[in-house]
């Protein structure tokens, strides 16, 4: 109901944005509509996110801690193993991309959601592959482990390149993280050896 509400606030607001202004105050109230109308929409973006986030259900496995912080989330048509496609809310993590199935509650009980999400796949970011985006199929986006393949195709092409950039800039950034740790070990041991010889001797002539 909240945000039913907002929405005909925000609609409202749209309204008053597209009418004629003429003078100068007039042009100020309608900035300050127009103010309103972002953070009501704003709001609305964050809020909708957070309902999906909280009517995901993870597998015992998976803990929230280990998933990492939520980068993003969007429905998309979803095709594992190249088979047929199903709709699908996909859940972008730090740590993980979760494939999540739309549900309806059976009999949810007051102030309890209607809707659930419940995990169909889980991929590591760890052990995934993205397959570059190419601009001759803008609107997919493909990524990959050694056992599976998902295809997601999104309603739009900046929807897919987006994801593909954000995926493609998490496993970069794996990357660096890895190449800092060894580099890292290999600083320490060779601190260990010296260490471990001790001083130079030297013998008298």
């Given at each position: 109901k909240t945000h039913k509400g907002l929405r005909k606030v925000a609609c409202i607001g749209s309204s008053g944005i597209n009418a004629e202004y003429g003078g100068s105050e007039e042009f100020?109230?309608?900035?300050e509509v127009s103010d309103a109308q972002t953070m009501i929409t704003n709001f609305l973006h964050t809020?909708?996110?957070?309902?999906?986030?909280?009517?995901l259900q993870l597998p015992d496995n998976v803990s929230e801690e280990a998933t990492g912080e939520l980068l993003k989330q969007a429905d998309f048509q979803v095709s594992v193993d190249g088979k047929h496609k199903r709709v699908r809310r996909v859940f972008l993590f730090?740590?993980?991309?979760?494939?999540?199935?739309?549900?309806?509650?059976?009999?949810p009980s007051e102030g309890e959601e209607d809707l659930k999400y419940r995990t169909k796949h889980v991929v590591g970011m760890h052990e995934i592959g993205l397959t570059p985006y190419d601009p001759e199929e803008p609107n997919k986006c493909?990524?990959?482990?050694q056992q599976s393949s998902f295809t997601?195709?999104?309603?739009s092409h900046a929807v897919a390149e987006a994801w593909s950039k954000d995926i493609s800039n998490i496993l970069w950034g794996?990357?660096?993280?890895?190449?800092r740790d060894r580099d890292m070990s290999r600083i320490k041991k060779s601190r260990g050896a010296v260490r471990s010889r001790g001083a130079p001797r030297f013998r008298r002539a």
């Open positions: 100020e109230d309608l900035e809020s909708n996110n957070l309902c999906h986030l909280q009517a730090e740590n993980m991309v979760i494939f999540a199935k739309g549900q309806e509650a059976d009999q493909h990524i990959w482990t997601m195709f999104s309603v794996q990357l660096k993280q890895i190449k």
